[in-house]
């Protein structure tokens, strides 16, 4: 089975720190991909990237940045963290044609 | 742009009944839908998906029906359980040629399961 696991279920951070949240895949995919869920608003799509060292912006790029240096690993970066960041972060691992999901990151900035 | 959307918010049924989620979508140039669950606190589960060049899947206790004439994509689980209750949500693939082609994701049906 596929296996997508998303470092932390919970976050609490202050306004301004900078956070990482990681993302590992288990199945060689080179298709990884960064959305927020809000309530009434659905899956947005942040950034993805379809191979090491390549990124390109979804939807809501801005505040974010992401990081690509193994295949298996992708990381969302918030520069500076803000109160309208608070979200559900969702890492997806894609394979053709099928996407699979981590757990969901439930990130509070405060 | 292209948009893929649910007819109903929420949807409560019958423990024991079978449910019916839908999805319209607008992309007739979409080759490819998925069908997921989301259960509360959890990350997007996948169930079935149907390529466009089908009418009807079947699964386990779920089948997915994809209408093309009018864009129309459904969920139907047999003989619903409390396990079922979550949010639904379809999501499509256009074609697009290499790259990343990413899915388009309706904003979810929750489904609810009266006792």
């Known amino acids: 089975d596929v296996k997508v696991t998303q470092s932390s279920r919970y976050l609490v951070k202050r306004t301004g720190e900078k956070v990482f949240l990681e993302c590992v895949q288990d199945m060689d995919h080179e298709n990884m991909f960064w959305y927020r869920q809000d309530p009434g608003l659905g899956l947005r799509l942040i950034y993805f990237s379809y191979d090491v060292k390549m990124k390109e912006k979804g939807d809501i790029p801005e505040g974010y940045s992401v990081s690509r240096e193994k295949k298996e690993r992708f990381s969302l970066i918030l520069e500076s963290a803000s109160t309208n960041q608070t979200s559900m972060y969702l890492c997806a691992s894609r394979g053709r044609p099928e996407a699979f999901f981590g757990q969901g990151t439930r990130l509070t900035v405060v | 742009g292209e948009s893929v959307g649910l007819h109903l918010p929420t949807l409560s049924v019958q423990e024991g009944d079978n449910s019916i989620i839908n999805c319209a979508y607008s992309n007739s140039a979409s080759d490819y839908f998925i069908w997921y669950k989301q259960e509360s606190g959890k990350g997007p589960q996948f169930i079935i998906d149907?390529?466009?060049?089908?009418d009807k899947r079947q699964g386990q206790r779920v089948t997915v029906l994809l209408n093309k004439t009018v864009k129309h994509l459904s969920l139907q689980i047999a003989a619903t359980q409390p396990g079922d209750s979550a949010v639904y949500f379809c999501a499509e693939k256009g074609y697009a040629g290499g790259g990343a082609d990413g899915l388009t994701f309706g904003k979810g049906t929750h489904l609810i399961i009266q006792p």
């Open positions: 149907i390529r466009s060049n089908m």
